[in-house]
């Protein structure tokens, strides 16, 4: 995992590997990398974390990997389980209805606040960037990145920096779990959510984010308990 954003969404190579051109310490590279493999799908809902292989692809010690994966527990994207080590978090439905339930408080809040704050040149470019994701040469996982992208570049108009910090910490414990899903409803949502952007009517931006959050939840809830329904009478 690039410790560069802009490299985050440019690369699909499924191994683990550490950017660091920028002078960030070894725990941060390594915190940045996990972060976005577990984000993109590379390491998956409760795939267990063997600490000697992972410190052997990126190259350090295990001192700043278990450091990294101290602060992802703290993300609830890790979960340490003493002597038997860490595994990639699992989500139920009910944590996935808890975290939408949070999410759909929080996310018409700050979008309205960043709506009724920009101006109307900032709305055009992110109106753009709403529908910059439908773009169909990109990978799923570069499309994702795109839609999380936008999300934070938006978001950041409330003023708002903790609640945003919070959004972006709920969405990266659901998305991963969308990423590989049908992207059709995704683009028409994000089309409706540009017109209202553009128009910087934070109302309609709002009713359209929540209609839109609300059918992944719903879609999500119905994936996990038709899983978990296989499993059980496996």
Do not use: W
Not at 160 to 169: E, L, T
Request: glycine fraction near 4%; charged fraction near 30%; proline fraction near 3%.
């Amino acid at each position: 995992m690039g410790a560069q954003a802009s490299n985050e969404s440019e690369r699909d190579d499924p191994s683990l590997s550490l950017g660091m051109a920028s002078p960030i310490t070894a725990e941060e590279a390594v915190t940045t990398e996990l972060r976005r493999a577990i984000r993109e799908g590379l390491l998956v809902p409760g795939q267990r974390l063997t600490q000697t292989e992972i410190a052997g692809q990126l190259g350090v010690s295990r001192i700043p990997l278990r450091d990294a994966l101290r602060r992802l527990e703290v993300e609830s994207l890790v979960k340490i389980e003493g002597h038997k080590g860490a595994r990639v978090t699992e989500l139920t439905a009910d944590d996935v209805a808890e975290i939408y339930e949070i999410r759909i408080v929080l996310e018409a809040k700050c979008m309205a606040y960043a709506v009724d704050n920009i101006s109307k040149q900032t709305a055009q470019e992110l109106a753009v960037e709403a529908t910059a994701s439908a773009d169909d040469t990109l990978s799923p996982a570069q499309a994702f990145n795109q839609r999380r992208d936008f999300y934070n570049d938006l978001y950041r108009h409330a003023d708002r920096p903790r609640m945003r910090r919070m959004i972006m910490q709920l969405r990266d414990n659901v998305d991963r779990y969308h990423l590989l899903s049908d992207r059709a409803h995704a683009h028409e949502a994000h089309n409706e959510l540009g017109d209202a952007i553009a128009d910087r009517d934070p109302s309609r931006a709002a009713a359209v984010l929540v209609e839109h959050i609300s059918e992944s939840r719903d879609d999500l809830i119905e994936e996990l308990r038709q899983s978990k329904s296989v499993e059980d009478e496996a």
